[in-house]
C-alpha cells in the first residue's frame, strides 16, 4: 500500500505591502536592522555633530552660542527640535555601540547558538533603549 505523501512547505517571497504587517522579526533581526540604521542616521548627520564638536571646543563664545542653541534655538529652528535630533544620535551611537560589541562577541567567541542570539539582542535593545532614557533624562533637564 501506498502512503500519500505529506504536503511540502511553501515558500514565498514576503510582499512588502501585505506581508510586513503581519511578520513577525526576531529580536537579533530588529538589532541587526537597527545596527544598520543607526549607522545611517549617524552618517547622514555627520555635520551636525562636526557643527557641535567644533561649537563646543572652539572658544567661550561659541560654546554660549552652542548652549543657548539648545535652550531657545537656532534660527528657524527650535531648540527642542534640536535636542531631539541631539537625542537621535544619542540612541544612534549607543544602539550601534553595543550591538557592534555584540556581534563582535559572537565573532570572537563563536556563540552561535539561537538562544545566544535572542538573548544577546535583547540585552542590546533594553541597554540601547535604558541608556538612552537616562542621556535624555539628562540632556532635557530633567536631573
Given at each position: 500500500m501506498t502512503e500519500i505523501a505529506k504536503p511540502r512547505p511553501e515558500f514565498r517571497n514576503?510582499?512588502?505591502i501585505t506581508d510586513l504587517t503581519t511578520y513577525r522579526l526576531p529580536p537579533a533581526g530588529w538589532v541587526?536592522?537597527?545596527?544598520?540604521?543607526?549607522?545611517?542616521?549617524?552618517f547622514v548627520l555627520l555635520p551636525f555633530i562636526i557643527w557641535m564638536f567644533d561649537a563646543s571646543i572652539s572658544s567661550e563664545i561659541s560654546f554660549s552660542k552652542f548652549k543657548a542653541a539648545f535652550n531657545s534655538g537656532l534660527g528657524f529652528v527650535p531648540g527642542w527640535f534640536i535636542k531631539l535630533v541631539a537625542l537621535a544620535l544619542i540612541w544612534a551611537y549607543l544602539h550601534h555601540f553595543i550591538a557592534g560589541v555584540r556581534h563582535l562577541w559572537m565573532d570572537a567567541t563563536h556563540s552561535v547558538s539561537k538562544e545566544f542570539g535572542r538573548t544577546s539582542a535583547l540585552v542590546t535593545l533594553v541597554l540601547g533603549i535604558g541608556l538612552t532614557v537616562?542621556?535624555?533624562?539628562?540632556?532635557f533637564g530633567l536631573y
Open positions: 514576503i510582499n512588502a541587526s536592522i537597527l545596527h544598520r540604521a543607526s549607522g545611517l542616521l549617524m537616562i542621556l535624555g533624562a539628562k540632556l
